[in-house]
């Protein structure tokens, strides 16, 4: 099995020490930068909500009921944190009808603080990102430290693991999908399956990066690389490279990447494809399961980097964190690099951003 997801190298040196992690709501802001401006007509209501220790799918239950629409009529471009103060946007096709007002979507840890309209329904991962807010309270470590190791952070940026969230109760998602690609187990929805199969992609994509780590050349393009773009998930191909991406990757203007399992061969060439291949050569249970499924070769890049890094150190020593990431990535990802993370004894699993 590739390196447990509570056992994942790290790139600073590990925790300076301990904090308590999310201990309110409040202590976990996230805000979706959805990237684009609604139309403001058209088919679909489109809903800016704050959410209070909900999670995004009851939130989209609720306005489905609220306005008597089927619940599939309701989007949303992603999941976000039960456990936090989470603002993001929801459409409800809603043709021929009017906006309802916001008192009649509001409900207990539900506001709503604009409505609009839109041409389209939102998609999954059609938004630009998010913006965090985040307090971690009674750190038992330095704050001069805690101020150099964030200046580190955001200048070499993470590896872009996925954290333990993505691998359900005890890590055991990667367990559950060998089984379903067995035929030993049968998900009860689709839901549950696509959960398992993200778990053991990213397992996959894991082993790859804490073995490029490693190996030492994480961040050292070789012959053969895809390089991508962090904020769109664009890559660049090696046959469709001008020459110039090493250069490039120096400027952090575009970032290494690591295979998503799928069918297809492998995208990258040469040393890295040879690299990757024994990296994977362990695995061939898991990358024969997700072919058969109908995943197909993917790319994700490997360094996460926080824009417009704030570190804030309060009055009674608490730290604040405000910063931006693309889609798709884990605030923890950041946060754990910096210190472990104390959550009280609460083992709500966390959601992908």
């Known amino acids: 099995m590739a ?99 916001a008192v009649a979507l509001e409900s207990e840890g539900l506001s709503v603080l604009r409505i609009t309209r839109n041409t389209r329904k939102l998609r999954r991962g059609i938004h630009l990102g998010n913006r965090f807010t985040i307090r971690l309270r009674e750190p ?25 969230q993505r691998f359900g109760n005890e890590g055991q998602n990667v367990a559950k999908a060998l089984a379903m690609f067995r035929g030993e187990f049968t998900p009860g929805d689709r839901l549950l399956r696509g959960l398992l199969l993200s778990a053991a992609r990213s397992h996959l994509f894991n082993a790859v990066v804490a073995g490029r780590m490693a190996g030492g050349t994480w961040d050292k393009p070789l012959a053969g690389e895809v390089f991508g773009f962090a ?28 295979p998503l399992w799928g069918n297809g061969e492998l995208q990258s060439v040469g ?3 040879t690299i990757e291949q024994e990296l994977l050569a362990d695995f061939s249970e898991i990358a024969a399961g997700l072919e058969a499924c109908g995943l197909r070769q993917e790319r994700r890049v490997m360094r996460l980097r926080p824009l417009r890094p704030e570190l804030e150190v309060m009055e009674n ?37």
């Open 140 to 164: 038992d470590f330095d704050v001069a430290l805690a101020m150099q190791r964030w200046r580190e952070i955001a200048e070499k940026g993470v590896p872009n693991f996925f954290g333990v």
């Open 231 to 258: 904020d769109n998930g664009t890559i660049l191909l090696p046959e469709n490279q001008r020459g110039d991406e090493v250069a490039r990757f120096e400027k952090g203007i575009v970032e290494l990447t690591a």
């Open 3 to 101: 390196p447990d997801s509570n056992d994942l190298p790290f790139l600073h040196g590990g925790p300076l020490g301990r904090a308590c992690f999310k201990a309110e709501p409040e202590d976990f802001v996230v805000e979706e930068l959805l990237g684009f401006e609604p139309s403001g007509e058209g088919e679909h209501c489109l809903v800016w909500a704050e959410k209070r220790n909900l999670e995004s799918n009851a939130a989209a239950a609720r306005l489905a009921d609220a306005v008597g629409i089927r619940r599939r009529l309701v989007s949303h471009c992603g999941l976000k944190d039960r456990h936090a103060v989470t603002r993001q946007w929801f459409s409800l096709h809603m043709p021929g009808q009017a906006s309802p007002e």
């Open 317 to 353: 020593g608490d730290l604040q964190f405000r910063f931006d990431l693309p889609k798709g990535t884990y605030a923890t990802a950041l946060l754990r690099e910096l210190a472990e993370l104390d959550e009280r004894g609460r083992a709500e699993p966390l959601t992908k951003h």
């Open 271 to 273: 040393e890295v494809r």
